[in-house]
């Protein structure tokens, strides 16, 4: 029998139900700002996500519109977020959404993961937050809560792999609900159960864990860290907004580029910003002619 029974799921909701973060993504069923969300939220943390997700509906409150704008612009609007070709995939989806389906989303997970960029979490999330869908949810947060909640773990990067995650969660998903239950424990992983400094005491399923209080997985996150890739101690990603930006309106040689990135720009400096732009290239951001650069259209 699971450890997760009736009176778990109680305790999770009533928790829930007293600390539940507000989003404007949660006031609506729109699958558009909804799948908007479950986007930009990918890889960046959730507060920074409000303001763009805000202004990106301001300029693009749709798919159709969405669908009919150019790709620079659609980089521009998302520059400063990071990790750009999300906006590329999901630009391409808007068209394919627009053309093929008459600006509606498909509403089951399966259909949904037959998109392009839509992978199995965006495909369940949406189901579940826009067509009211009873099915899990596995995000990074969830993965953790479930991992430490299964088994006493070794160290705070420990993750059960992604099926069993998947099983477990569909396992002990309440038999209604899904909803909640899935923004819940969102909610608990993002505030409670956090990767570096899970607040046990305060969380209302420290009874059935089998990692609660377990002070040793800390010790060993430290090491076990990522570093963000930098350059003169500025993140890699801030640097690929500022030339998305550069580049919206002028194709631009790596000397130009690098001339107004840096006042005293040294060969050093260039031959990283051509190994970012390589990267932003083989990742269909920029396309090069002739030594110049510019934005995909
Ligand atoms: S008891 Fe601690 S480790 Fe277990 S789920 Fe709660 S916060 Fe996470």
């Known amino acids: 029998m699971s450890i997760i029974t009736p009176a778990v799921h109680k305790k999770i909701f009533r928790w829930y139900t007293s600390h539940q973060r507000s989003f404007p993504w949660r006031t609506t069923r729109n699958p558009y700002r909804i799948l908007l969300s479950e986007i930009m939220a990918q890889q960046t943390?959730?507060?920074r996500v409000v303001e763009y997700y805000r202004r990106w509906l301001k300029r693009f409150p749709t798919f159709s519109s969405l669908a009919k704008a150019s790709a620079s612009d659609v980089l521009r609007e998302w520059s400063g977020l990071g990790y750009n070709s999300r906006a590329l995939r999901f630009h391409r989806l808007a068209q394919q959404v627009s053309s093929q389906f008459h600006s509606r989303l498909p509403k089951t997970p399966d259909e949904l993961?037959?998109?392009p960029g839509i992978g199995k979490y965006s495909a369940h999330a949406v189901a579940c937050f826009a067509f009211n869908a009873q099915v899990p949810v596995v995000d990074v947060n969830i993965r953790r809560i479930l991992t430490r909640v299964s088994k006493k773990i070794s160290s705070a990067s420990e993750m059960m792999n992604d099926d069993d995650a998947w099983k477990f969660a569909e396992q002990v998903l309440p038999q209604k609900n899904a909803y909640n239950w899935n923004q819940a424990l969102m909610d608990l992983g993002g505030t409670i159960c956090t990767a570096r400094?899970?607040?046990?005491?305060e969380c209302p399923i420290n009874s059935i864990c089998a990692s609660a209080f377990s002070k040793k997985f800390l010790q060993k996150y430290a090491v076990t860290k990522k570093q963000e890739p930098s350059w003169k101690g500025i993140p890699r990603r801030i640097y690929r907004g500022k030339i998305l930006k550069l580049l919206h309106f002028h194709s631009l040689s790596v000397d130009e580029i690098?001339?107004?990135?840096w006042n005293d720009c040294t060969s050093n400096d260039t031959v990283w910003l051509t190994s970012v732009l390589d990267i932003m290239?083989?990742?269909g951001?920029?396309?090069a002619v002739k030594k110049k650069y510019s934005i995909v259209q």
């Not at 690098?258 to 990135?261: H, M, N, R």
């Open 45 to 47: 943390q959730v507060r």
């Open 113 to 115: 993961q037959k998109l």
């Open 197 to 201: 400094n899970p607040n046990c005491s």
């Open 285 to 287: 951001l920029l396309i």
């Open 258 to 261: 690098a001339g107004l990135l």
């Open 281 to 283: 290239v083989k990742n």
